[in-house]
């Protein structure tokens, strides 16, 4: 870590801490990245795999609607990785900075469509995100760019007809596949991505329950309020394609954008 000039913590996990930097050289100038600092101490072998594979996945990433993984080395135990600064903070702060005044139909639609080229050169590379919510799109640039990070449970699929088992991911984001232990696919990044949208134009979760089983029957039945009727038709009826329990396409978002 002498390269960088620690500035702030700005997150922590099961297995270890975000922090603001300051790059002090190699390239960098003065610029500001974030150091996601991995501790080894505690992880199993596979957990320590896990996240090495994580590295790889970042490092193939290169989209403008992507969090930019700059690079990664392993000091003291530890593992570093070293991304973009996103400026804007994440989606889900900046939903309860609105404090209920809802965004406009062209915002929302702007963020929409960057989260979805982000998401679809991912999945396009055969890979599963698996944990898209609010707090893993982070917006830069004023608030105009989003961009999609935190792969930390990703998956890389050998195969397009693979399906993934592992039960991951934020509780009121699960699709129902994996709420019913079913095997999924890219799809489920789908469902999540529908919670995302629904999210910007109610600021609110779609689907909520008092206990994790009263969650997951909402979850598997589809039931969620309506989007605010104070939206277009079209983008109403693209969350509604998004929730379908049998068919999840990333071209209902396309289709009905365009």
């Known amino acids: 870590m002498n390269g960088y000039e620690v500035i702030r913590q700005i997150g922590e996990g099961a297995f270890g801490k975000a922090f603001l930097v300051r790059d002090k050289g190699g390239g960098g100038g003065d610029r500001q990245c974030v150091v996601k600092q991995i501790s080894f101490r505690k992880m199993s072998t596979r957990e320590k795999e896990a996240s090495k594979k994580e590295v790889i996945l970042l490092?193939?990433?290169?989209?403008?609607n992507i969090v930019a993984f700059i690079t990664s080395f392993e000091e003291q135990g530890s593992l570093y990785i070293v991304?973009?600064?996103?400026?804007?903070?994440?989606?889900?702060?900046?939903?309860n900075m609105q404090r209920g005044v809802l965004f406009s139909e062209e915002q929302i639609v702007g963020w929409f469509v960057q989260i979805c080229l982000g998401l679809k050169h991912i999945h396009d590379r055969k890979i599963l995100h698996r944990d898209i919510k609010a707090q893993n799109v982070f917006l830069s640039s004023g608030g105009l760019k989003a961009k999609l990070g935190d792969f930390g449970i990703a998956r890389m699929l050998n195969n397009t007809m693979e399906l993934a088992r592992t039960c991951v991911g934020t509780p009121y984001y699960l699709s129902p596949e994996i709420c019913e232990s079913r095997p999924y696919n890219n799809k489920?990044?789908?469902?999540?991505?529908?919670?995302?949208?629904?999210?910007l134009c109610t600021l609110r979760h779609p689907f909520e329950g008092s206990s994790l089983r009263q969650l997951v029957v909402k979850i598997c039945m589809g039931r969620y309020n309506p989007v605010p009727k104070h939206y277009s038709y079209d983008l109403r009826l693209l969350?509604?394609?998004?929730?379908?329990?049998?068919?999840?396409?990333?071209?209902f978002c396309f289709y009905f954008l365009c």
């Open 83 to 95: 991304m973009e600064y996103c400026d804007g903070g994440d989606m889900m702060k900046k939903i």
């Open 239 to 251: 969350v509604t394609q998004l929730f379908k329990v049998k068919t999840l396409l990333i071209s």
């Open 59 to 64: 490092s193939k990433m290169k989209h403008p």
């Open 188 to 199: 489920t990044d789908i469902w999540s991505l529908g919670c995302v949208l629904y999210e």
